[in-house]
């Protein structure tokens, strides 16, 4: 088993805009990974505490994660951290075929500049 990290901005508390970003991170995270849901053993979310228009699991589960356990929690409220940011772990089966590729997007790229492969 092995872990996979993500974490992507939106503009807004805005519904669409987080399950959209959730959607959109696990989907590349599986496609830079090479992988399938099925291969997806579990997904925790957070977010950061502006963000409760949404659960970022309901986009996952857009993206294909219907049989994927998940779990959402509020991000710990870290003064100057960025705001509005959705993150997520994915612990997946078995060894990585590469070294596993992370995927920060937009301003979540400045968690993680190192791991940043936007």
């Known amino acids: 088993m092995y872990a996979l990290r993500g974490a992507a901005s ?3 508390n805005d519904k ?3 399950e959209a970003a959730s959607a959109r991170l696990v989907t590349l995270l599986l ?8 291969q997806v053993l579990s997904a925790y ?4 505490p502006d963000l409760t228009a949404a659960f970022p699991a309901t986009g996952a589960r857009h993206a294909g994660f219907s ?5 959402c929690a509020q991000e710990i409220p870290v003064p100057d951290a960025p705001p509005r940011i959705v993150r ?8 990585p075929a590469t070294s596993p590729r992370h ?9 993680r500049p190192d791991l940043a492969d936007s």
């Not at 496609?31 to 099925?38: I, S």
Request: hydrophobic letters at 40%; a negative charge; aromatic letters at 4%.
């Open 103 to 111: 995927v920060y997007l937009g301003e979540a790229v400045k968690l």
């Open 45 to 48: 979310f957070t977010s950061t």
């Open 16 to 18: 669409t805009q987080i």
């Open 67 to 71: 049989n994927v356990p998940m779990m």
């Open 31 to 38: 496609e830079r990974n090479g992988l399938q849901p099925d």
């Open 10 to 12: 939106v503009d807004d």
């Open 88 to 95: 997520v772990m994915l612990h997946v089966q078995g060894e």
